[in-house]
Structures are given as C-alpha cells and as structure tokens.
C-alpha cells in the first residue's frame, strides 16, 4: 500500500541567501520579482572579487543555487547561513558539486547542467563554496531586519494549517493557488516561506521530496491586503476577459495567448494577478489554468 503524503515546513534565512544567488545568476528584472531591481543593485554593490566567485559558482541560470535549497533543512536551527556553512563542512566534495549540479533532482535527469561549475574540481569547488558562503553579507539577502520574523510567521501559519487539513489543500493555500496532486516517487512534501522569491513559487524535486518555495504570507497580514488584491485583479478589462473564458472551462496559456490576442509573457502577468487574489489556480506538472474552486466574496468583506 502507498504510504501517506508527509507533509513538513522549515524557514530559515539560509533559504533567502540560497535564493538571492539563483535569482541574480539568473532572470533578475523588476517586473518578475517584486525585489528583483533591489536585489540587482545590491549585487552589483557587492565587491569585484566576491561577485567573481560566485560567478565560478554557477551551474546555469543559478541552478546550482537552486540545488542546494534542500540541504538547508538538515542544517542546524535557526538555518541561518552560518549553520548551512557548517553542514556544508560535513558533505564530501564530491557530493555538494553533484548536489548543485542537479543529480538529485528528477527533472534534471537526462539534462547537463553546464556553467563554470562543471569544470571546477570538486575540491575546489567546496573550497569556494564555503569561502563565498562566510563571505555574504547578510544585507544582500535580508534588506529589512523585519524578514526573518516575517518568514518565521508564515511558516507556522502553514503548520497550523497543516494540523487540520491535506498536504494537497496545504500546498494550494500556501502557493495561491497550485494544485498538486500525488505523484510517483514523491513521498513529502516540504513548504518553504520566502519573501525574496516573491511573488513566485519555485518547485523542484530532491530524493523523494517535492520542495516548494512558496511567497511568505503571514496571516497577520490581515483581509484588507487580500481584499487589495481581489479588486487589484478585477480592476483590469482583460483580467475579467480572461476569468470569462475560464468559466467556460480549462485552458493552457498557450490558449489563453491565441485567443485573447497576447503574448504569452503577458498572459503569465495577468495570470500572476489573479492568483494572487486566489480567482485562479494552476495544475502543476501542466501549464493548464482554471478558476479557483472556492471563489472569494469581497462584497461581504466590505459589509463587514
């Protein structure tokens, strides 16, 4: 018989450092991530000889980075980068450079992560990894002081969640939106709250582990944003275009960009909005889109 799905979530800001180097290695730009631009500049703030080993780092568009997302949480509390440093200290060479060229990642499989990484020595890979590690500054990734609890805060409004409903309806909730559905070889899934990352969630695979680094959004953070949200979507002609031929059914965004007469990029904008409003959800694995099977009814929050 299957075993149950298990379900975790861990936060650190381990995951945030992890995270900034993919993005600036990466598709940075501001319209992509809500501190794409500010995180560009502190980059490029950082100095010569640290951006040039991170460079050596590099696997590919910042997978490499990417890879190492799910070590974090074998490092100590509170997975901060000092501890992940430390773990790091314990795992052969060989191991990390096959780790951050995506050996333990399915969707990988059959694909060569290239980069200056791949023709590094193990040894000196590690060497360097560590050194650019101690290294960063903690202000490149944690601008604010505020995001630390703002993580620590999002990652228990998902255990609470977690304690009373399915890992499958958990994941929906936490990533606006994704619906996830069990399969082959996956036996956990891991829920990491990020706010760098937003307001996209990046998913990948790692031994038997579906990880998903979801946009951190605390319940604290009250019904007026989420109300902001609703009508921010509804505010637009062809958002409600769109949310009309969803109703007649699911369409993929290559679909939804023949028949509303727009790029798919701009289909991937509006989508973003409507999800966020919780109007819409993907499937993962697919690029099929519907609407939200639990509709939000604004007009009552406002009588209230």
Request: glycine share 10%; aromatic share 4%; charged share 25%.
């Amino acid at each position: 018989p299957r075993r149950p799905l298990g379900l975790r979530v861990d936060s650190g800001t381990a995951y945030e450092a992890l995270l900034s180097l993919g993005m600036v290695q990466g598709d940075v730009t501001e319209i992509r991530y809500t501190e794409g631009r500010a995180l560009g500049v502190r980059f490029k703030s950082l100095p010569a000889a640290l951006r040039r080993l991170l460079s050596s780092l590099d696997a590919g568009s910042g997978e490499g980075w990417f890879s190492l997302l799910p070590l974090v949480q074998v490092a100590e509390p509170p997975r901060g980068v000092s501890e992940l440093v430390r773990r790091f200290e314990s795992i052969g060479a060989s191991e990390l450079k096959r780790t951050m060229l995506g050996r333990h990642r399915s969707e990988l499989r059959g694909k060569t992560l290239g980069g200056p990484l791949a023709g590094v020595a193990a040894t000196e890979v590690k060497r360097r990894l560590l050194a650019a590690l101690e290294a960063l500054p903690s202000d490149f990734y944690l601008p604010r002081p505020e995001i630390a609890r703002e993580l620590a805060a999002s990652a228990e409004s998902a255990r609470k969640m977690a304690r009373r409903r399915k890992p499958e309806l958990v994941v929906e909730r936490m990533t606006r939106g994704i619906v996830y559905q069990a399969e082959p070889g996956i036996d956990e899934l891991l829920l990491v709250p990020t706010v760098i990352h937003r307001p996209w969630t990046l998913v990948q695979e790692h031994d038997g582990t579906r990880v998903f680094c979801y946009p951190a959004h605390p319940d604290t953070a009250g019904e007026e944003r989420e109300l902001a949200a609703v009508y921010r979507a509804l505010g637009d002609e062809t958002r409600l275009r769109m949310l009309r031929r969803l109703a007649a059914g699911r369409a993929t965004f290559g679909q939804l960009a023949r028949e509303m007469g727009m790029a798919k990029s701009t289909v991937h904008h509006h989508a973003l909005l409507l999800r966020t409003a919780g109007l819409v959800r993907p499937h993962l694995g697919s690029s099929g889109l519907e609407l939200a099977g639990d509709l939000p009814a604004p007009e009552g929050w406002l009588r209230g």
